[in-house]
């Protein structure tokens, strides 16, 4: 189960076969060096450390670029891990590059999404909001009554009301998206479909887990 590391670049379109338009996303993947190989008997897990991106030894900490002289590269500024049974074909220092797709026919991609800010609970949770009549007067986006009042003594609100509050910005995971398009001297994946993030933000790409038919 191949993994990498890389970089948005943003989305564009293509044809089919077929002469359908395809919205894709480009990515810049790898090459990314194995900083770390983690085993049971070591660290109780089987595990294979990436970085990508590299930055100069006088911009990392001393531990980042201790870390890295280990593996003999350059300390770099997106670092990820990922659990893998099969360590083979893994060495401490070698580079991992997009060549490793070929033939894979789906991946999920994990990114940090936009930040939309604090919201309203009718663009963050898609409420109707209240009635445009009828004397409603500067409440017509508000999400209404929010509790039982004393119904239920000490449960006014319950855990996990929809409400208003900070949007986006958070860890998420686009699932089961077709590759493309692999370009190992570029150094690009062509995906159909949208991953999480804005352009130039790290994401974390891998065979996808749920291997059921892609979209056509």
Do not use: W
């Not at 911009?59 to 893998?84: C, D």
């Not at 060549?99 to 026919?105: L, S, W």
């Not at 089961?176 to 790290?202: C, F, H, I, M, Q």
Request: aromatic share 6%; with cysteine.
């Amino acid at each position: 189960m191949p993994a990498i590391l890389g970089k948005k670049v943003g989305m564009t379109s293509v044809y089919d076969d077929q002469g359908r338009q395809v919205p894709v996303t480009v990515i810049e993947a790898g090459p990314c060096p194995v900083l770390q190989i983690k085993t049971v008997e070591s660290d109780g897990y089987n595990a294979v450390q990436l970085g990508y991106d590299e930055m100069a030894d006088r911009a990392a900490g001393k531990p980042l670029a201790g870390h890295a002289r280990k593996a003999g590269t350059a300390p770099q500024r997106f670092i990820r891990e990922y659990r893998t049974d099969d360590l083979e074909g893994y060495a401490l220092g070698a580079a991992v590059t997009v060549q490793a797709f070929d033939g894979v026919p789906m991946v999920d991609v994990t990114g940090v999404s936009k930040g939309r800010g604090f919201q309203g609970v009718v663009k963050r949770h898609g409420f109707r909001g209240q009635s445009a009549s009828h004397g409603t007067e500067r409440k017509h986006r508000s999400a209404g009554s929010i509790g039982e009042g004393s119904g239920i003594p000490g449960r006014a609100v319950r855990k996990g009301k929809r409400m208003a509050g900070h949007m986006g910005d958070c860890v998420c995971t686009a699932e089961r998206l077709k590759v493309l398009k692999v370009d190992p001297e570029a150094n690009l994946l062509v995906l159909r479909g949208s991953v999480p993030g804005a352009n130039g933000t790290y994401v974390f790409v891998r065979s996808a887990k749920k291997m059921r038919a892609a979209k056509a």
